[in-house]
């Protein structure tokens, strides 16, 4: 079975300071790892995802991941936090093995962004 | 082009009443999920169609819940009679049949309480 675990329901950040969500996984198979973002109102974005090619994935809006296999991990980052980057943020992983399979989902980290 | 769409965006009902969900999936998308959270938790699968066929129902809560997708188009879950329990977001996504990296693009969810 797969699992995502992600530190900090609630995560403040300055305007401009670094953004760093934390995302650990578990998986008995290779991963796909994916970071969406909902907005107020909004269905859930994908912000960007592996798939087993290049370890540093970069995102829509400035972000980026890097998968790490010896942690099993998957965090999330931006240099500079924009206001508008205040969302809830989801770590996934994929047990895709060639075909659409579900996503297994973190428990969510809603980002504050403050002046 | 249109995205995936949910109807209705919130519904309110009473214990041991019914309700009806529906969601239209981005046009040619063959595959359609049906997600949950309930509050404060991570979002969880119910169960996944392949145009009209169930590919995994493994998912689901119980048999109160009912879900439908004729002709492989939109698709509808119903919750009969519902419980105190079974408030949260629902949440449909889709993807392409030849998407091999499972990438869902979800609708906005329907807010069901239950009192």
């Known amino acids: 079975a797969q699992s995502v675990t992600q530190l900090g329901s609630h995560v403040s950040v300055s305007e401009g300071a670094l953004v760093l969500l934390r995302c650990n996984y578990s998986?008995?198979?290779?991963?796909?790892l994916f970071w969406y973002v909902q907005y107020p109102n909004q269905g859930l974005q994908l912000l960007l995802k592996y798939t087993s090619a290049a370890t540093l994935v970069k995102g829509i809006n400035g972000f980026e991941a890097e998968f790490k296999k010896s942690e099993t991990s998957f965090h999330l980052t931006k240099p500079s936090a924009h206001m508008s980057d205040a969302a809830e943020y989801f770590c996934?992983?994929?047990?895709?093995?060639?075909?659409?399979?579900?996503?297994?989902f973190g428990t969510g980290t809603r980002l504050q962004v403050t002046l | 082009e249109a995205g995936v769409t949910q109807f209705p965006s919130h519904s309110v009902i009473e214990k041991g009443q019914t309700v009806t969900l529906r969601c239209d999936p981005i046009?040619?998308?063959?595959?359609l999920y049906w997600y949950r959270r309930v509050m404060g938790k991570e979002i969880k699968f119910l169960l996944h169609?392949?145009?009209?066929?169930?590919?995994?129902e493994s998912g689901m809560p119980n048999n109160r819940f009912l879900a439908e997708r004729t002709g492989g188009t939109y698709s509808t879950l119903k919750v009969q009679p519902a419980e105190l329990e079974d408030s949260g977001v629902y949440f449909c996504a889709s993807s392409p049949w030849d998407r091999v990296y499972n990438e869902q693009f979800f609708g906005p969810g329907t807010r069901l309480t239950v009192l």
């Open positions: 996934a992983v994929s047990d895709l093995s060639g075909t659409a399979s579900k996503l297994t």
């Open positions: 169609f392949v145009k009209e066929s169930k590919q995994d």
């Open positions: 998986s008995s198979v290779p991963p796909y």
């Open positions: 046009s040619g998308h063959d595959n």
